[in-house]
């Protein structure tokens, strides 16, 4: 018998380490042409193949050229734009996936832009590998023209196993992105730290009404104990992070949906809805109805 098991994942990180192909395009820039948002609900990577331009993010500017890539998490407003004297040309995947994937934090490094180790080349031909899927001519080129390809060409998916298969190349060609930009030994399994195994449990758990106890029994530690490791990995209390990702869950359902504020409370483990709405206004400084309205 042959065969392998994939003992990095376990039942409380499936949820975590799913990854799913919205959209994937390239496009050779205008001089000056620019791109905003207010919030996407999935996360988006652009990979500049040539040329420059710049990334307005979370207050800041930030000028970036051929050879890097940019991040724009899921809710996060964000404008991009092509040099006037060296337009760019870009590549870019949008997924859904966890907030909590480790995908993301292990290519950025909590950073909005990187230096990629990938050739170029490589990088464009594994864009236009997710793209043949649908557009066979795709397959014929492994560098894009603007002229091969004149205007806007987006091709919708249709069938399941043309899903299956942009979603397969996609996440072979983010394997071999982790393969080139991170150290073989970050990526290897943290298989006794507890703190690790909270996150994973509050990760996939984050929607029921835990209590600290909960987290700490699933691990067979005392809540103390849990609060002093888990502290000392990443900065927080296990209560914070909590928080953290419930809020970030609560502000993303009342942009995209008319779901009432109990609802919402409901949904992320909040017995009282006053309760939840206390928590947002004091994470977010505005009540759930506001930032809805602010939203809109």
């Given at each position: 018998m042959i065969g392998n098991r994939d003992?990095?994942?376990d039942r409380t990180k499936v949820n975590t380490f799913s990854l799913q192909l919205n959209h994937c395009g390239v496009q050779e820039c205008t001089p000056g042409?620019?791109?905003?948002?207010?919030?996407?609900?999935?996360?988006?990577?652009?990979?500049?193949?040539?040329?420059s331009g710049f990334l307005e993010i979370n207050h800041?500017?930030?000028?970036?050229?051929?050879?890097?890539?940019?991040?724009?998490?899921?809710?996060?407003?964000?404008?991009?734009?092509?040099?006037?004297?060296?337009?760019w040309t870009y590549g870019w995947v949008g997924f859904?996936?966890?907030?909590?994937?480790?995908?993301?934090?292990?290519?950025?490094?909590?950073?909005?832009?990187?230096?990629?180790?990938?050739?170029?080349?490589?990088?464009?031909?594994?864009?236009?590998?997710?793209?043949?899927?649908?557009?066979?001519?795709?397959?014929e080129y492994s560098q894009y023209n603007e002229s091969d390809f004149d205007g806007e060409q987006f091709t919708a998916?249709?069938?399941?196993s043309d899903s299956l298969k942009a979603n397969s190349r996609m996440l072979d060609f983010f394997s071999d992105l982790l393969s080139f930009q991170v150290p073989d030994r970050k990526m290897r399994m943290e298989k006794d730290s507890l703190a690790l195994r909270a996150k994973a449990f509050m990760d996939s758990h984050y929607h029921e009404p835990l209590k600290m106890y909960d987290i700490a029994a699933s691990l067979n530690?005392?809540?103390?104990?849990?609060?002093a490791v888990f502290k000392k990995a990443y900065g927080q209390t296990p209560g914070d992070y909590l928080c953290s990702i419930r809020m970030a869950q609560a502000a993303m359902i009342l942009k995209l949906t008319d779901y009432t504020v109990s609802m919402v409370a409901e949904s992320l483990g909040y017995a009282n809805p006053f309760r939840f709405?206390?928590?947002?206004k004091s994470f977010y400084g505005l009540s759930p109805s506001a930032y809805r309205k602010e939203c809109q």
């Open positions: 003992i990095y994942l042409y620019s791109y905003s948002f207010d919030a996407n609900s999935y996360h988006l990577i652009h990979f500049v193949l040539g040329g800041r500017l930030i000028n970036i050229h051929a050879g890097q890539a940019f991040y724009i998490p899921p809710g996060t407003p964000a404008r991009y734009c092509a040099s006037l004297e060296t337009p859904y996936s966890n907030t909590s994937n480790p995908f993301i934090a292990l290519l950025f490094e909590n950073q909005n832009v990187i230096t990629f180790k990938m050739p170029v080349e490589e990088v464009e031909k594994n864009l236009l590998s997710v793209i043949a899927v649908t557009d066979k001519r795709v397959s998916i249709l069938k399941v530690i005392h809540p103390n104990y849990l609060c709405s206390a928590a947002f």
